[in-house]
């Protein structure tokens, strides 16, 4: 069984880029929810995708933005960055939209905005 | 709206000795509740969860917890704790049946001393 994998691991950007990070989600899984790990903080939830729609979204900007697509895996889209979008950000697949919390994490994508 | 407060930032103990550590939540309904363990440079994986019925949750690795809904408290305990057991520690709330983010403490980091 393949785990939840991301990608780019490690990525450095300035100011005004664009980023988009990748997930593929768990075998079996259909929700995909993605969340923000600032430094020495907990995640905070940016939005999730079941069955390729937004199924719900935290108190984030409109510039973030996200895809699922049919095999369930995800994309996250971060455009005009700023400084204080430096942060892990993590992706975690669920069955069920994730309604028993129990969510399955990568490993995450380190963000750096200079 | 649902918040989560872990009470300690950093908890050192020593290797073998019992730790507790400290989670209080505020929801004006129903949650659920969970516990995350993040080691180093890697991402989250379920502790254990309480949903409904025995107030108190075994989980993985000798972890246990507590739910007491007139304190709105969820600790997590282990009565005897490895050198392996290093890693920050996250209490979430998913609220309600129909619930589908789950809102994160701050983390408490422990450090397991020889």
């Known amino acids: 069984e393949t785990g939840v994998t991301q990608s780019p691991t490690h990525l450095i950007k300035t100011r005004g880029q664009q980023v988009t990070l990748r997930c593929s989600s768990q075998s079996g899984h259909n929700t995909v929810s993605w969340y923000q790990q600032a430094l020495g903080q907990g995640p905070q939830f940016i939005f999730q995708?079941?069955?390729?729609?937004?199924?719900g979204r935290g108190n984030f900007p409109p510039r973030f933005s996200g895809l699922q697509f049919p095999n369930y895996s995800s994309e996250l889209n971060v455009n005009a960055l700023e400084l204080d979008d430096s942060a892990l950000y993590l992706c975690a697949s669920s069955s069920t939209g994730g309604r028993t919390g129990e969510l399955f994490f990568g490993e995450g994508s380190r963000l750096t905005v200079l | 709206a649902q918040s989560v407060t872990q009470l300690d930032s950093q908890v050192p103990v020593f290797e073998e000795a019992p730790v507790e550590l400290r989670c209080n939540y505020s929801s004006s309904v129903s949650v659920y509740l969970f516990w995350y363990v993040q080691y180093p440079n890697q991402g989250l994986q379920l502790l254990l969860k309480y949903l409904s019925g025995s107030t108190l949750v075994k989980g993985i690795n000798g972890f246990e917890a507590e739910f007491n809904k007139s304190q709105t408290s969820f600790h997590l305990r282990k009565p005897s704790v490895h050198i392996s057991d290093t890693a920050e520690y996250f209490c979430?709330?998913?609220?309600?049946?129909?619930?589908?983010?789950?809102?994160f403490g701050g983390g408490t980091r422990v450090l397991v001393k020889p």
């Open positions: 995708y079941y069955r390729e729609e937004e199924n």
């Open positions: 979430a709330v998913l609220e309600g049946a129909a619930g589908n983010k789950l809102t």
